[in-house]
């Protein structure tokens, strides 16, 4: 659910968003409120509860903006921020370019956060604290705490959340290895989800139940975006800044429409997972002959049938030229969902790129950038 637009960044709601704000709602009117306020009708603690959860929620979205208005100024796209189950997330289309960019951004959603802390508790203190000037004080007091947690957590030198990004981008600038920095500050981010999980055993050991669940799905949610910031990080500082022509240099090269699905099947296409062979006339690609063109063809066929005859025409691949940024190639494809890309130089068809190409050689490169 779409809620409007801050400075160009859409921020938005996530249908799994409503069950932690029924939460924080119950945990506030039937605990914090109804303790604070006795005697108060029930409306009116609930009203109070729903009116806090709203204006937390609201802080979120200025942590996550803090976060999404650097990178922007940094010239990383910001696709929006989303409010869900486990609080905010600003989605963001690459990782800043430099340590000095990524330690900005990481720290600016904090900072939205201890400048919230610092108003709330103020006010909190102006209005005799958490039981003077019911409900302002309660109201204020609880903001004022909220906002020193999600400091607190955010700031735990666990990747990718913003303490494991500051962490990142310090040893990134010390050991100039962005791949090395990412790979122990992620396991920050690993040990730190694993703690957490192991605690919420141990909550729901003990009885708690309620807050067992919520430790293990917040640990398990870190573990793994721990190893996917990770994969993802490592590919894009591999890919950044590679042109296309590069990867293709060990492509197989095309063969011509007179080939026939003999041949191929004998040469190419009797490995386990073989790419499509593009079919090729005078530089221009007439078409693709892979394992599904095959198979529509009588075995018996093959030696006489050419793969001009069995190729799926071009039309339906799209193309790239080979100047093109390797990474910003993978992120177009994954954003249209794309198995190939036809690539041109200069008019001419150089070959075929596939997100399963393009990480492999992010892989490549990892490991020979890592001995
Ligand atoms: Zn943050």
């Known amino acids: 659910m779409n809620l409007g637009r801050v400075q160009g960044i859409a921020i938005s709601i996530h249908a799994s968003w409503l069950l932690i704000f029924a939460l924080v709602v119950y945990t506030l009117g039937a605990g914090y409120f109804a303790m ?4 108060w009708p029930p409306w009116q603690v609930w009203g109070y509860a729903v009116l806090s959860s709203l204006l937390f929620f609201l802080c979120v ?27 905010g997330v600003a989605r963001m289309r690459a990782e800043p370019a ?12 904090p900072a939205a956060s201890i400048v919230l802390a610092a108003l709330f508790g ?15 004080g309660a109201i204020t007091a609880y903001l004022a705490f909220i906002n020193a947690l999600v400091v607190a957590f955010n700031m735990v030198p666990a990747f990718p959340l913003d303490g494991g990004r500051t962490l990142r981008a310090l040893l990134w600038w010390r050991i100039q290895d ?15 989800g694993i703690l957490l999980m192991a605690g919420g ?27 996917s910031h990770y994969a993802q990080t490592l590919s894009q500082y591999s890919l950044a800044g590679v042109p296309l022509s590069e990867i293709l240099e060990e492509q ?52 006489f049938t050419t793969a ?39 008019g001419e068809f150089r070959g075929l790129v596939s997100p399963r190409r393009l990480l492999q050689y992010a892989r490549r490169r990892q490991g020979l950038a890592g001995a």
Not at 36 to 39: A, D, F, N, S, V
Not at 125 to 136: F, K, Q, S, V
Not at 178 to 192: M, P, W
């Open 36 to 39: 604070l306020l006795p005697g």
């Open 61 to 87: 979205v200025l942590h996550e903006l803090g976060h999404a208005l650097v990178a922007k100024r940094q010239g990383i796209g910001v696709d929006g921020i989303t409010l869900f189950l486990l609080g």
């Open 98 to 109: 430099t340590p000095q960019a990524e330690l900005q951004v990481a720290l600016a959603g």
């Open 122 to 136: 103020l006010a909190s203190l102006a209005l005799g604290g958490i039981e003077g000037t019911p409900p302002l």
């Open 178 to 192: 962005v791949a090395r920095a990412t790979r122990l500050a992620s396991a920050g981010g690993k040990a730190f």
């Open 201 to 227: 055993l141990a909550f729901a050991g003990f009885g708690h139940f309620f807050n067992g669940l919520w430790f293990l799905l917040v640990g398990w949610f870190l573990t793994d975006a721990a190893a």
């Open 252 to 303: 197989p090269n095309a063969v011509s429409g007179d080939t026939t699905i003999q041949e191929l099947v004998d040469t190419r296409l009797g490995y386990s997972s073989p790419d499509p062979v593009p079919v090729v006339h005078e530089g221009r690609i007439e078409g693709l002959v892979g394992i599904p063109e095959v198979k529509r063809i009588d075995r018996a066929a093959w030696p």
């Open 308 to 346: 001009r005859d069995a190729m799926a025409p071009v039309g339906v691949y799209a193309v790239a030229s080979s100047e093109h940024d390797a990474w910003d190639t993978l992120v177009s494809m994954s954003e249209r969902s794309l198995d190939w890309m036809a690539v041109f130089e200069n």
